[in-house]
């Protein structure tokens, strides 16, 4: 396993941590503010994991494309 394999595996699981922390002040918020970081860190998370998994298939999808004519 490459060393930039192993960084994106250890900053997806920080990421769905925080955005599980993030449904957690969401779902227990009292005030708006509060409602809306936590919203917004959920959203923040699931964004960048996909993200990730994108990148991941871009970079596993390149040596095939410079195949092509």
Same mark, same amino acid.
């Given at each position: 396993?490459r060393q930039d394999e192993t960084s994106a595996l250890i900053i997806a699981a920080i990421t769905t941590l925080m955005a599980v922390? #993030?449904?957690? @002040?969401?779902?227990?918020?009292?005030?708006?503010? $509060?409602?809306? *970081? #936590? %919203?917004? @860190? $959920?959203? %923040? #998370?699931?964004? *960048?994991? *996909?993200?990730?998994?994108? +990148? +991941? *298939?871009? +970079?596993?999808?390149?040596?095939?494309?410079?195949?092509?004519?």
């Amino acid at each position: 396993m490459r060393q930039d394999e192993t960084s994106a595996l250890i900053i997806a699981a920080i990421t769905t941590l925080m955005a599980v922390a #993030g449904l957690f @002040l969401w779902a227990r918020s009292l005030d708006l503010g $509060m409602s809306v *970081f #936590g %919203f917004s @860190l $959920m959203v %923040f #998370g699931v964004a *960048f994991d *996909f993200w990730l998994i994108k +990148h +991941h *298939f871009d +970079h596993v999808a390149a040596p095939a494309r410079k195949d092509r004519p």
